[in-house]
């Protein structure tokens, strides 16, 4: 990337936070800003770097973070939350003063978990800088992630090794602010605790066809990896084990979800694969469970996809660029498959076999 296209990077952390949420959840004492660097170096160029904290109670960070060219801003000695409202205050007054006095800077890097921010990014975004969250997860609000341009779970980022995690009161305290990850304490296996390969294919894909309706041209990589954050702030394609999104894209190539086309300064096309066998095999499949489940009365669209996992549990209509059930009903429906009617009673569509499902 030409120079004058860099991300011009400022880098403020709420050093206090990251701290002792590394501390608490992954035993890292003193906190490794090594992986924090790295991080924001593939990103662009880091031009201002500031902790804030009572830098007495932090003697060995002190030493890691001025190795690390990091300007330690010393907060008064106080007590309590006059002591934290004094540091998240400052922070946002430096952060606000600096978008207006260096224009070049273009990205804001956040080092908090602390909803109180929030305000503070939405400001930065209306004046036009690219805010980027970093925290630690099990001590981040989940209200912070979904108003940055990115966020960064400091234990996704390489290089970090945590330790085994200590649960403390603190811990237990904070996490009944809801964090952005929640583990599944319900037993039904909330998909959203733990990433899949299945959930990023669907993501990747209804993110790949909204733009291919949007663009109506040739989708690239990276304008695919950017959308895909604005849906998901705390995406990264490292928590799937890949180093990068490119190589993301070849796996899942790989597995026929999508198709990698001519690249430009290394930057590819993606589309949908030519998969008419299997686009058929899914219209056979949805011509007999609606053959077999319409005698037994009235269809509805709403339990189809239901019934149609039960029979393949790894269907999915986004695997051939339909951007929803209905959609995928539709095409169905144009070629004689099954047939549409919509019931104004129930709000919903009713199934029927079509004149081609015999």
Known sequence: MPPDDEERIALFLDYENLAIGAREALGASPLDFRPIADALAARGRVVVRRAYADWSSFADDRRELTRNHVELIEIPQRMGVVRK???????????????????????????????????????????????????????TSALLPPACDEFLFYERLEGVEPNAPKQTRTTRRRRTEKPAVEADTDGQGDE???????????????????????????????????????????????????????????????????????????????????????????????????????????????????????????FSEKRFGYGGFLQFNKAAAQRGIVELEFDPEADDYIVRPGANSA
């Not at 602390?114 to 099990?138: M, Q």
Request: hydrophobic share 40%.
């Open 85 to 139: 409202n004094a540091a998240d205050i400052k922070m946002a007054v430096d952060a606000v003063e600096l978008c207006f006095e260096r224009d070049y800077v273009t990205t804001f890097v956040l080092g908090t978990g602390d909803s109180d921010f929030t305000p503070l990014v939405h400001k930065l975004r209306e004046l036009n800088r690219r805010v980027i969250g970093l925290g630690i997860e099990a001590s």
């Open 192 to 314: 959203t605790a733990r990433p899949t390969e299945a959930d990023l294919g669907v993501l990747v894909t209804q993110t790949l066809s909204g733009l291919e309706r949007s663009t109506g041209g040739p989708v690239l990589a990276s304008m695919l990896k950017r959308t895909i954050l604005r849906r998901d702030p705390t995406f990264s394609e490292t928590t799937y084990g890949f180093r990068g999104f490119v190589e993301l894209l070849r796996h899942l190539a790989d597995r026929g979800v999508v198709e990698l086309g001519a690249a430009t300064n290394g930057d590819p096309t993606v589309g949908f694969p030519q998969q008419a066998e299997d686009r058929d095999a899914a219209f056979a499949l949805l011509r007999s469970v609606v053959d077999k489940l319409s005698a037994r009365g009235p269809l509805h669209l709403s339990g189809l996809k239901n019934q149609l996992r039960k029979a393949q549990p790894d």
